[in-house]
């Protein structure tokens, strides 16, 4: 007798599900075996759909006109339960996502009792000879407490989903199943690499020879057992092309199976993933971030943008750039789609770029995923930064034990590379706008960067000038994109260049004034700033001013925190920007001010409550809504905006959801809004179009972006 595990599809018989059942455990046994579980992803893969056996739910998928029948979970979950204990969440959750503690065993206690799970239990013992196991199932060695076995439900979950996906698509889809293929092997990269950088080895110089220095550093790294690491290395070094080189030659080494660098910053994420296709192609890197566009034509997507969207799902790649939001969140989250790449975290490199901006509040469960993926399941962790945080374990911090130091060499660099000349003024002596406008008239070219986009609004208004540039979170990323493309340009033409930002400019973003204000703010912040001072060395010293805003505003919480932390740092007789171990101390300082676990995740995570762990990790703790901008209005020769612009129009006169070609071509024209903020502007600014998706019907300026006005009537077309 055949059984369907999936209905007929456009042409496709009815997938088999028996056929379905072996493969899905024979795919999750092979991503468990690097969990030290294959036992465990065979009874997972094997017990998962088996409630689909009961007539009802067969009578169901061979006419969809009948109802559906009995939950299909049930039967498996059950089973599980009664062998496996771990895997009942596991089975349970592999559409809906996981479940709490107290729910599953409500769930569990309902399909124990109900007739029609014992019906698909019996049917399936009677044709399965081997459904269930002859013995307990050896459970892991490391599994010894709540958080460990939390982690290790989270990776079989992961490793499920993705096997029952896998399968599913390859019987209905097998042409996309063959371009999930990963174009390139690790050896086949490396030569690229090497190959690439025999270009630029030997550049004269002290830049380039602390760059080449660096890279030799990672090499000799790159041989030692795989486990915790910390590049430290000033701004303008090399870091990007080095963790690359450390990344990939580790991998090779000691065979683990890609290479995965989490950045803080979407517009760093960009950059950096333009060097990497430059050295190794644009079909082994994957760039996968939420303000990612799509493929330039949805309808059409070249082979390449297709593997892209397919290796987005489950990071099947060998090396993929990311956010810092995206990688936690997803290893935090509850939700299948979002989970269903966590078991590519096995043996794999992870480099923190920036890792200093990791949030302090949410330091301890992220901590603890990072050294659990090292300890239990074979990863690599890599701090990459100029302004290393003290994430060794300390009565402060519960941290990483044995962080080795890439580079000891690096303070001597430090001091080589001192092109910045550091001027901080007193706290007492305040600088109104007004003064940091007139500092800033002085020089033709010039950089400010404040705390808030408020300030940052009051300063372009004391400016009063129509040529300055300005850069927030206010402007869309397309606008972003393009600010930055015209600052560059000016720069290197020597044209008059003012620029007035928020943080969005301060770590990783290619940038290179001779003179830059700093607005109070915590230490590494200021520290990445004068990273856009002077960048390439083509001054004997650039200018760096720390100055206080007599009106300006502070981020709340470890920010605001950080800030008077720093200001007590720079107070002090001896203090050096330019000594590296300083910034240790600082944010040891810093951690023991903070709460650590400010949201109790630890502690959600110890009672298996995975929906609450997941609302509570938050990267971005606000509450932000998408707001598309009509950026096609200040830049009417941007042929990708006005197509944006029509999707729009033809969203406001549709009753559908958009499909997610639709959401991506429309992505770098939003401005995330905080719900709060949304609710506050005038009726008729802010007008949701489609559930979840809102437009700006107001003013968008050329410099300021989203401004909280209404349109002038001489701009309205009746």
């Not at 707001?627 to 830049?635: G, T």
């Amino acid at each position: 007798m055949t059984w369907l595990a999936h209905s007929a599809f456009e042409g496709n018989e009815g997938h088999d599900l028996k056929e379905h059942l072996y493969s899905v455990a024979a795919l999750t046994r092979q991503f468990a075996t690097a969990l030290g579980a294959p036992e465990w992803g065979w009874w997972a893969g094997l017990w998962h759909d088996i409630g689909k056996i009961h007539p009802l739910f067969q009578a169901y998928l061979k006419d969809s006109k009948v109802a559906r029948g009995p939950d299909h979970k049930g039967a498996g979950t059950v089973m599980a339960f009664r062998h496996a204990q771990p895997l009942a969440f596991v089975i349970a959750g592999h559409h809906g996502g996981l479940h709490s503690l107290g729910d599953l065993k409500s769930h569990i206690h309902e399909w124990m009792r109900s007739s029609h799970v014992q019906e698909a239990l019996a049917q399936a013992k009677s044709h399965f000879s081997d459904l269930e196991p002859h013995a307990p199932l050896p459970t892991p060695q490391h599994l010894r407490g709540p958080l460990e076995q939390e982690f290790f439900i989270r990776l079989l979950f992961s490793s499920l989903v993705d096997a029952d996906r896998l399968d599913t698509e390859a019987y209905f889809h097998p042409d996309l199943a063959n371009l999930r293929v990963a174009p390139v092997r690790m050896d086949e990269l490396w030569r690229l690499f090497e190959a690439n950088q025999r270009n630029i080895t030997g550049k004269p110089g002290v830049v380039g020879q602390v760059r080449h220095e660096a890279y030799l550093a990672c090499l000799r790294a790159a041989l030692e057992s795989p486990g915790w690491f910390r590049l430290t290395v000033p701004t303008g070094g090399g870091k990007t092309r080095s963790t690359l080189a450390f990344g990939l030659r580790h991998a090779l080494l000691h065979g683990l199976d890609r290479v995965i660098v989490a950045i803080p910053y979407t517009s760093i994420v960009e950059q950096t993933v333009d060097v990497y296709r430059d050295i190794l192609g644009v079909g082994a890197v994957l760039e996968h971030h939420s303000s990612m566009e799509g493929p330039a034509d949805p309808l059409n997507p070249t082979p390449a943008e297709r593997w892209a969207e397919l290796a987005a799902e489950n990071w099947d790649a060998p090396v993929i750039v990311t956010t810092t939001v995206q990688l936690f969140e997803s290893l935090f989250t509850n939700h299948p789609s979002k989970a269903r790449k966590l078991h590519n975290l096995v043996r794999s490199v992870i480099i923190l770029d920036e890792a200093q901006s990791l949030p302090p509040g949410l330091l301890e469960p992220i901590l603890d995923g990072l050294r659990q993926l090292t300890v239990h399941y074979g990863a690599t962790v890599v701090l990459a930064t100029a302004t290393q945080p003290a994430l060794d374990d300390s009565p402060v911090l519960h941290g990483l034990p044995g962080i080795r130091e890439i580079a000891p060499e690096h303070p001597r660099w430090y001091q080589e590379l001192r092109r910045v000349d550091f001027s901080v003024v007193p706290p007492d002596e305040s600088w109104p706008w007004e003064r940091v406008a007139e500092e800033m008239r002085s020089r033709p070219q010039v950089l400010t960067i404040v705390n808030t986009r408020a300030d940052a609004a009051r300063l372009l208004e004391a400016l009063g000038d129509p040529e300055v540039l300005h850069l927030s979170s206010m402007l869309c990323g397309a606008h972003r994109r393009a600010v930055l493309a015209e600052v560059k340009r000016r720069l290197t033409k020597g044209l008059p260049c003012r620029l007035v930002t928020t943080q969005v400019v301060e770590a990783g973003v290619d940038l290179d004034f001779p003179v830059v204000f700093r607005a109070v703010g915590p230490l590494d912040r200021i520290v990445q700033a004068a990273g856009r001072c002077n960048r390439e060395g083509r001054l004997t010293r650039g200018l760096m001013t720390v100055f206080t805003p007599a009106e300006g505003g502070l981020p709340r919480g470890a920010y605001s925190t950080a800030t008077h932390i720093a200001q007590k740092f720079m107070a002090f007789p001896d203090f050096d920007f330019y000594d590296p171990g300083l910034f240790l101390d600082y944010f040891r300082e810093v951690y023991r001010h903070t709460d650590t676990d400010a949201n109790r995740v630890q502690k959600l995570r110890a009672s298996f409550d995975f929906p609450a762990v997941a609302r509570e990790f938050r990267m971005i703790p606000s509450d932000t809504l998408p707001l598309v901008v009509p950026y096609w209005e200040v830049a009417p020769g941007d042929v990708q905006a006005r197509q944006a612009a029509s999707r729009i129009s033809e969203l406001r006169r549709g009753e559908r959801m958009p499909p997610r070609s639709v959401w991506r071509q429309l992505q770098p024209y939003i401005v995330q809004v905080d719900r709060r903020q949304l609710g506050a502007y005038p009726r008729g600014l802010a007008i949701e179009i489609v559930p979840g998706l809102w437009e700006w019907r107001g003013r968008y300026d050329r410099v300021r972006g989203l401004v909280n006005e209404p349109l002038a009537p001489e701009d309205v077309v009746v």
